[in-house]
DNA sequence: CCAGGGACTGGAAGCGCTCCCGGTTTCTGG
DNA sequence: CCAGAAACCGGGAGCGCTTCCAGTCCCTGG
């Protein structure tokens, strides 16, 4: 277990102890053909006497590969990270790289600054592949990214262009059957409260909630955008009401701007869901807390962070991987319940 | 801009350009001395004309350094990612490694699963140094990171054991002032619901809570643990009730669990803060929704990521950084007022 | 019994950079 | 004007690994 010298050992004294070439060794260790039974054995004998590791840095060298992706995250207001979408993300990632070898780099990438370090992280050979996510309308790291010319997988599609490999959310589905549940629950002025116009996710949803209530014969004029804040949310709400007083439920793009909509819901003495019905998006924790809680979208967060680690995967072993999209659930709770229609009948 | 090759240009092709040795080109490069004013000039413009970065593995494999750091976090239950903790932490760290050009890696461990990956990962040279958090009682990643030898700079100190360079938040300082602001409200039937008693932050939360109220001469044995989470501090509070129904307030020592706590006082039809005061610990956005909102302990997260990576980055250049304990700060919301006492006088 | 093919083997040439070191040039002060 | 120091320069030996390739050896089928 204890190396000759201080340093950790070396191929060399690997294949000295094991009576071999080096090349033999190296051979025996990445096993690849070419090698005797007997000194494949041995190198391991050797290897395990010697507690010897490779080199990641030498086999990258010589490899010409580096042995770690990129996470890259465009960060905007640290919104991404009040939430705790961003940890799970990553459980996702690690979860799919857990048997690679490969190592995690983490890209924050403030879209005004620090772009210097992130072209440079971008260039090979920092990294076999990249995922990025949460891009906004053009967001620089969108156009560093292409000309890196590295692997690239989306998490989230960005506003423009529709890269060759990404997974995403059912964005539209999801804001499809948000907005079904509300005109199954007999509502007919409904509104919503987008997200910011300059992402995808926002458009999305918005496209889905447009066809519901399209397919309804219902009017789907009635949005406003927000920031995916809770103070966002709030002041939406407000000038939804102002716009339309008379509105029986709202359609909210994420969980914490339908906090904040609830909370002026509640000010103006709109009593929920009997006045307005309201449905969320994401299925943040923040639902059970809610007063009355939040009937919501469910995306499925860890598994986008996994399904985007696997794809990469894919892409950088050549493979051409088919992009995904994964599925939302609707899960009712007190804002907006279930159709009484279908209860008992 | 275009490497004579498809490849990315090397020195040696600088060098070339620049009418110089590699050497020169390395010295200049680094700008480190023995280079004239010439030659440095030409060495620049070849760089800039060739679009040349240095290949930080080839960097990395003579200089015997990675140009890379990692973050461990020890992955129990998911529970850190509950919260916006992480992504915080990760801003930080960040931000204090933007110009050093080293990267960030990160190491996702289960307690149980996965060792060997982590093993690895600490062996050199898959890194320069570590920075470890949230870690529990025993951790078998403690033992690893120890025995790696690789520098390392603890984020919240561990339970057992005081490590040479650590960057922690005052816990106990915060767990004094807690309830030092019940005990100023006239309360005198003081609970507390401390975190796992597994874990030093929770411990040293539960120390200041005693420590505040042995000096107002209160009993301070009413407490108990639960995980953090919010269905925990409901379960907690439960636990207090039964076993105090005349206590008047509550320290508890998350958000979280304080938010679990306010709820169950309201089924058991405490009024907040009139019957039963409470305080959480944390700050985190859930405060302002609770009903009432949270009066808690505001701590410092994203510095403690930043302060974490100033010493690992110190520990690394060979210094002797101190340890250091980041201050805390009242929050006073609804649910624990400021004594009206001091209100006018 | 022998030619031909396959499975092995180890030497050596990289991968792209750093850094030591001996040698040359230039500058300074006496 | 000269010795000595200081600044500068480039050759070359690594860092630890992969991989090409020319060479051995053994085994088969004709």
Known sequence: MTSPTGRQPTLDEVAKLA???????????????????????????AVRELGYVPNVTAQALARQKVGAVVLAVSDHNEELFGDPFF???IAGVTAALEDTDLDLKLLLCHPERGHDRVRR?????RADGIMVMALRGDDPLQRMVEKSGLPTVYGGLPLHGRPEWFVDVDNRGGGRVAAEHLVSLG????????????THVAVARLDGFADALSVA???HTLVEHADFTREGGAAAMERLLQREPGLDAVSVASDNMAAGALQTLLQHGRRVPEDVAVVGFDDLPIGHLTQPSLTTIQ?????????????????????K???????????VRESAPAPVSLAVS
Not at 190 to 195: D, S
Not at 321 to 331: D, I
């Open 19 to 45: 009576g071999v070439s080096r090349s033999a060794a190296s051979r025996a260790i990445n096993n690849a053909a070419h090698v005797s039974a007997a000194n494949r054995l041995a190198v391991e004998r």
């Open 87 to 89: 940890g799970r993300i």
């Open 121 to 125: 992280m971008l260039r090979p050979p």
């Open 187 to 198: 509502r007919r002025r409904i509104a919503t409260i987008a997200g910011p116009a300059d």
């Open 217 to 219: 014969q219902l009017d």
């Open 299 to 319: 995306q499925p967060i860890r598994s986008l962070g996994y399904e985007m680690a696997r794809v990469l995967l894919a892409v950088v072993d050549g493979e």
């Open 321 to 331: 991987p088919s992009p995904l999209l994964l599925p939302t659930r609707l899960v």
